[in-house]
């Protein structure tokens, strides 16, 4: 085998396990993705009840 075919092979070989470790990762980085997503849903609702109170808070005093 050549030496520019053996490089060429280690290249690709190279690359195949760049692409192989990013697969592995992956799962990882979607649970992280999930995780904050969930965060900013929870601050969401908290803030959406805190508008919720304040509007029953100034429903109550508006019909007193």
Do not use: F, T, W
């Not at 692409?19 to 993705?33: D, F, N, S, T, Y």
């Not at 904050?36 to 808070?57: F, G, N, P, V």
């Amino acid at each position: 085998m050549s030496l520019y075919k053996m490089d060429k092979s280690l290249k690709e070989l190279h690359r195949k396990l760049a692409e192989e470790q990013k697969l592995r990762e992956l799962p990882g980085l979607v649970a992280e993705i999930e995780d904050a997503l969930c965060e900013q849903d929870m601050a969401s609702e908290e803030r959406l009840a805190a508008i919720e109170d304040s509007l029953c808070e100034l429903d109550a005093a508006v019909n007193k």
